[in-house]
């Protein structure tokens, strides 16, 4: 059978049915190029929303943004894990909403305060929205299915859907129609771009202008809003001075692992001051199905490493309060990490240096920037050779 699309118009005239009619149950919309949303909604209401090319990066970045630390929260399998046996939930159940009982945890234990919940489900459902709006015309079914329980918070569909038309309308007026948000911004032309900006901000921008950041994340970075952030790279994506990426998700923490049952992926552990390199290193590392933590206090890393009890740790060498040789061989004296482990980074690759970072006991030795290549063969090298096969 083939699909029939539906305009905007009809799609909103769809919506406000929903609401007159108070139905209960999910709505899947589908694009022409395969993306797919799903609209979980209660009587007329939206509950919650998921979907399209970045479900997973959207939960992170937003729980992140409502004030709950994902980066170094227990491993996220494990909470998935629990919740199978806390709400008698199906494999099935957990794949299409895994993300809404994750956040009705964390309002059991406290983790995440009320306003901040809801602004997180209202920010989320807004988002989908505003890529169904993207798509211009989308496949449309309602499935009368068991709605989400209990009911966190109900958000009113028309007025969800007429932000999302407005976000998208200011998208557009500013010459952003063709880039999609979830796409991400890479340096094309170096010597270009180095002319272009101040060598400070070239600094600070080669990090997120990397191809490894969304410009939803990178927004997210800055407090500010996507619309801002295109805007001000829209003329150096028209010169090709920057070019657009395509940028995987990661990966959902209720696929199938590639570790036994009931072990867990080992767990790396970033020491740095610099939060580009830290979230560089979780990308690549959550997306090859390792545990991450980072820490970016030198101060606090000792304290955090006896008590995460990290299989690799990757150790900036040049921090204030404390530098990366003081905390590897502080690290060497403690017996639990006598044999972890311990890579150098650094952004001068000198001969003293790497001579220094032997002497105090570190295992290897990299450069900055930030290689995926590189680390993920590190890893393989000093954690589990079975995944080099």
Not at 118 to 123: A, E, L, R, W
Not at 193 to 208: C, H, K, T
Not at 209 to 235: C, M, N, T, W, Y
Not at 356 to 361: E, L, Q, S, Y
Request: hydrophobic share 40%; aromatic share 8%; charged share 20%.
């Amino acid at each position: 059978m083939v699909a029939e699309y539906i305009t905007l118009d009809r799609l909103a005239t769809q919506l406000s049915e929903i609401k007159h009619q108070h139905f209960s149950g999910h709505v899947v919309l589908k694009s022409s190029s395969g993306q797919e949303w799903c609209l979980y909604v209660y009587l007329g209401r939206i509950l919650y929303a998921t979907g399209g090319s970045h479900p997973i990066r959207r939960w992170v970045r937003n729980s992140t943004l409502a004030g709950v630390d994902v980066s170094i929260a227990e491993d996220l399998q494990a909470r998935i894990d629990g919740l199978t046996n806390i709400s008698a939930l199906t494999l099935a159940e957990l794949n299409s909403c895994w993300e809404y009982y994750l956040l009705v945890n964390w309002a059991k234990q406290g983790r995440i305060s009320r306003n901040a919940l809801i602004k997180q489900i209202q920010t989320t459902i807004v988002e989908v929205l505003f890529d169904i709006v993207q798509a211009a015309s989308v496949s449309y079914e309602q499935v009368a299915r068991e709605q989400l329980s209990p009911q966190l918070t109900l958000i009113d569909i028309d007025r969800a859907f007429g932000i999302a038309i407005q976000q998208q309308q200011q998208w557009q007026q500013v010459g952003l129609t063709d880039i999609l948000p979830d796409r991400s911004i890479k340096i094309a032309a170096v010597k270009e771009f180095q002319q272009i900006v101040s060598p400070a901000a070239y600094q600070a921008l080669r990090f997120v202008l990397d191809g490894h950041h969304s410009i939803r994340e990178i927004a997210a970075k800055a407090r500010k809003s996507p619309v801002v952030i295109g805007q001000s790279f829209r003329s150096h994506l028209l010169s090709g001075t920057l070019s657009l990426v395509d940028l995987p998700d990661f990966p959902s923490p209720v696929a199938r692992s590639k570790y036994p049952h009931g072990t867990k992926p080992p767990l790396i552990m970033c020491i740095d001051d610099s939060p580009f390199v830290c979230d560089r290193l979780e990308q690549i590392f959550r997306e090859q199905g390792y545990q991450f933590i980072s820490v970016m206090d030198s101060l606090k890393a000792i304290p955090l490493a006896i008590s995460k009890k990290p299989q690799l740790i990757f150790l900036d060498l040049v921090m204030p309060n404390a530098n990366g040789y003081e905390i590897c061989s502080r690290l060497r004296k403690i017996g639990a990490f006598q044999d972890t482990p311990i890579v150098i980074l650094t952004g001068n690759d000198g001969v003293i240096d790497r001579v220094r970072a032997k002497v105090v006991g570190a295992t290897d030795f990299i450069t900055k920037p930030v290689q995926s290549e590189l680390v993920t063969e590190i890893a393989q090298k000093y954690l589990n050779p079975v995944l080099a096969t």
